[in-house]
C-alpha cells in the first residue's frame, strides 16, 4: 500500500505560480509513476502531467505544456508540480496518483493509490 500526501495549493492570481509536492511513502518503488490529475466543479477528472519514476521520463497535457513542469527527488519520494503563467480555468482541486509504470500515463484507471487533493484558485 502506497500513501500518498499533496501540499502547496492554494489562491493565487492569474500570472502568478504556485508548486505542489506530493510525497510518497508505505511500499513506493522505482517502477512506478506518479501523475497529477485534477478536477474543476462540473466537470471530468482530467490528467495534468505525469513523471516515470526509474528514468524520469515526463508527460503532459496539451493544456499545460509549456506552463508546468513536473519534477522529482527520489532520495524523497516526492513529486513536484510547478505551475508558472496560470489561468483561471487552472482552477480545480489537484490530485497526485501513482501505480506500478505501465506505459499508459493518461488514464486515471492506471493509478490505483490516490492522495486526498489540494485546491488551486486563480483569480482573474
Known amino acids: 500500500q502506497v500513501q500518498l500526501v499533496e501540499s502547496g495549493g492554494g489562491l493565487v492570481q492569474a500570472g502568478g505560480s504556485l508548486r505542489l509536492s506530493c510525497a510518497a511513502s508505505?511500499?513506493?518503488?522505482?517502477?512506478?509513476?506518479i501523475g497529477w490529475f485534477r478536477q474543476a466543479p462540473g466537470k471530468e477528472r482530467e490528467f495534468v502531467a505525469a513523471?516515470?519514476?526509474?528514468?524520469?521520463?515526463?508527460f503532459y497535457a496539451d493544456s499545460v505544456k509549456g506552463r508546468f513542469t513536473i519534477s522529482k527527488i527520489n532520495a524523497k519520494n516526492t513529486a513536484y508540480l510547478q505551475m508558472n503563467s496560470l489561468k483561471s480555468e487552472d482552477t480545480a482541486v489537484y490530485y497526485c496518483?501513482?501505480?506500478?509504470?505501465?506505459?499508459?500515463?493518461?488514464?486515471?484507471?492506471?493509478?490505483?493509490?490516490w492522495g486526498q487533493g489540494t485546491q488551486v484558485t486563480v483569480s482573474s
Open positions: 496518483a501513482t501505480g506500478t509504470s505501465s506505459g499508459n500515463y493518461y488514464w486515471a484507471g492506471a493509478y490505483p493509490s
Open positions: 508505505g511500499r513506493f518503488f522505482n517502477n512506478y509513476q
Open positions: 513523471i516515470r519514476w526509474y528514468d524520469g521520463s515526463t
